[in-house]
């Protein structure tokens, strides 16, 4: 080192010298700004703090989009596998008619089913807390309660007792109009997948969709869609169900009246409807909020969900009357189960019986009796409504 010429030893490391000079100087520039940076920020930790929650919001950008995907995943197939056991529609409608039944502080509007359990939600002036009930301690069948059976239709998943629970509202208690609002992609496709369920659990042609609801559904104008589901006979008491985009103006004086105990017509409309509605405001992160209650499901998986189980979901639990039945007013198979086949076999062997009523008597002359009711089962086949009605 002693023998090195310094001005040699610099020509030959001024690349080295010179790069590490350049860091040096940037590392001084970073700091100074840094530090006019923290000064104004408040401080060190002042500027820490805010850097951090930066980062923190950049993070979860980029996360969420990968996170909402995953919730729709899971939620879509949790309604799909509920929604597809006829036990969950069974459970809910039982839970709301034994609440109804029961003395609890509220009136039941909706109902949450988990694995194990169902909670009913209570509206009230005092804001009832839900009503907790494990799902093997329901009533084997619905219970007889005061008022219309609950006609439960899907909204979503929500969570509740550390689970993902299906959200159910009951359509036969408050107004009768259900107006879906908010997010237009989101209530439209909430309109369509409430209209989907009502349509597969309710009699045929009692529920008539006007035009505009859906693209693949030409549907009638809003005023002949009103008259016809209108004039539209109630079977067993069941109202018939509009589905629109718009109510008809003016506004119909059974729409424009306050809600009575049972309505004559419900509807369900696309935007916020005048007179006396319940509202459903959607959002464009897919969840739902029944406005007044704590219910605030998802609905982003809705729509799907229900086109996979549609040909599954059970129908309407509805009691039917002697008088209804012998009317014809219900399908075979929508109500009732068929008979037993024991009930068959029995029906069969007295056909003869019937049949041989007016042969001749031994003498020769045709005996005569008196005219009998003859049951259809001796003739043909009848539907399942007549026969319960004989």
């Known amino acids: 080192m002693r023998n090195t010429d310094p001005f040699v030893w610099f020509r030959e490391h001024s690349d080295a010298l010179f790069r590490w000079l350049g860091f040096i100087g940037l590392a001084v520039l970073c700091f100074v700004l840094l530090r006019y940076w923290a000064l104004r920020w408040g401080g060190w930790r002042a500027w820490a703090a805010r850097l951090a929650r930066e980062l923190a919001l950049t993070a979860a950008a980029f996360a969420d989009p990968l996170r909402s995907w995953l919730r729709h995943r899971s939620a879509l197939r949790l309604l799909a596998r509920r929604l597809r056991e006829p036990t969950t529609w069974q459970d809910a409608e039982r839970a709301l008619a034994a609440a109804r039944a029961g003395d609890l502080p509220g009136r039941p509007y909706a109902v949450l089913v988990g694995a194990r359990t169902v909670t009913v939600l209570l509206a009230g002036r005092a804001a009832p807390e839900p009503w907790t009930v494990a799902r093997a301690e329901l009533p084997p069948v619905t219970p007889q309660a005061a008022g219309a059976r609950p006609i439960v239709v899907a909204l979503g998943t929500q969570r509740g007792g550390g689970e993902q629970q299906c959200a159910f509202l009951d359509l036969s208690v408050g107004p009768p109009v259900l107006s879906a609002a908010g997010d237009e992609k989101a209530s439209r496709a909430l309109l369509q997948a409430l209209a989907a369920q009502l349509d597969a659990r309710l009699p045929r042609s009692l529920v008539v969709v006007a035009e505009g609801v859906h693209r693949r559904h030409p549907g009638q104008p809003v005023r002949t869609a009103y008259r016809t589901a209108r004039d539209t006979r109630h079977p067993l008491g069941l109202a018939p169900v509009l589905v629109t985009t718009a109510l008809p103006d003016p506004l119909p004086p ?39 209650t704590p219910l605030l499901p998802r609905c982003d998986g809705l729509g799907r969900a229900v086109a996979r189980v549609l040909d599954t979901l059970p129908p309407v639990p509805v009691p039917a009357t002697a008088t209804d039945a012998a009317a014809g007013l219900l399908e075979a198979g929508d109500l009732f189960e068929e008979e037993a086949e024991d009930e068959r076999a029995t029906a069969r062997e007295q056909q003869p019986s019937a049949a041989g009523a007016g042969r001749r008597a031994p003498g020769g002359a045709a005996e005569q009796s008196a005219p009998t009711r003859t049951s259809p089962r001796t003739t043909e086949p009848a539907p399942a409504a007549k026969r319960t009605a004989t």
Do not use: D, I, K
């Not at 004559?264 to 696309?270: G, K, Q, S």
């Not at 409807?273 to 459903?280: E, H, I, K, Q, T």
């Open 254 to 292: 059974e729409l424009a009246a306050p809600p009575g105990a049972e309505p004559a017509l419900r509807v369900l409309v696309l935007g916020e409807a005048r007179g006396y509605a319940r509202l459903l405001v959607t959002e464009r992160h897919g969840r739902v909020a029944v406005m007044g």
